[in-house]
């Protein structure tokens, strides 16, 4: 059974810049949720992708969006780049409402 | 809106011996489930024990267990045998049964960092 991976594992940006990060879900897992954790702080929810549907958000605007593909792989994106955004980016994939499995996370620095 | 905390930020204890990590959360749901999650500094997330708040029996997971305290709402974790392995950083987490918007996602606290000293 192959895990949930993520590329890049680590990425360096400048701001205002635009990245995609990536995520490959768990075999047999059709959800994908995307998390954002600053140093030192707990993961905070960024949005929930189900069969290829946006199915919930959390508290982060819209230059921040996501896609989920046919395989269920998903790709997060963000736009216009702020320092703020630096943080490591976690995936999880699911069954519907199941347990959540990580992936490594990818590490973005914005400079 | 539901909330978890982690009041200890940093832990620490010998080999062998014993550990607890508190957690409190608030909610006005009366069916959800209390995770534990592990991050190395490898920084993948490991789930460590999950307990359903329908249940009372505390959940176990060999030298991992929880106090589930639901009119408390506290969820504490006590690592018994403490091995150098278990040094990480630990998150309580929080999640609706039936998710907000059906989206199950969890719910954080800020981490606590256990050192294990030998």
């Known amino acids: 059974e192959t895990g949930v991976t993520q590329s890049p594992t680590h990425l360096i940006k400048t701001r205002g810049q635009q990245v995609t990060l990536r995520c490959s879900s768990q075999?047999?897992?059709?959800?994908v949720s995307w998390y954002q954790q600053a140093l030192g702080q707990g993961p905070q929810f960024i949005f929930q992708y189900y069969r290829e549907e946006e199915n919930g958000r959390g508290n982060f605007p819209p230059r921040f969006s996501g896609l989920q593909f046919p395989n269920y792989s998903s790709e997060l994106n963000v736009n216009a780049l702020e320092l703020d955004d630096s943080a490591l980016y976690l995936c999880a994939s699911s069954s519907r409402m199941g347990e959540q499995y990580f992936g490594p996370g990818t590490r973005l620095t914005v400079t | 809106a539901q909330t978890v905390t982690q009041s200890q930020p940093e832990m620490s204890v010998q080999e062998a011996e014993t550990v607890t990590l508190s957690c409190t959360y608030d909610?006005?749901?009366?069916?959800?489930?209390l995770f534990w999650y592990k991050q190395p500094p490898s920084r993948q997330m490991i789930l460590v024990i999950r307990q359903e708040a329908y249940k009372q029996q505390n959940a176990t997971e060999n030298r991992f267990s929880v106090n589930f305290q639901k009119a408390a709402k506290s969820f504490s974790l006590k690592i018994s045998d403490s091995q150098l392995g278990d040094a990480a950083m630990y998150f309580c987490a929080y999640r609706s049964a039936h998710g907000s918007g059906n989206t199950g996602k969890l719910i954080f606290g800020q981490g606590t960092t256990l050192q294990v000293k030998p």
């Open positions: 909610t006005s749901e009366s069916d959800y489930y």
């Open positions: 075999s047999g897992h059709n959800t």
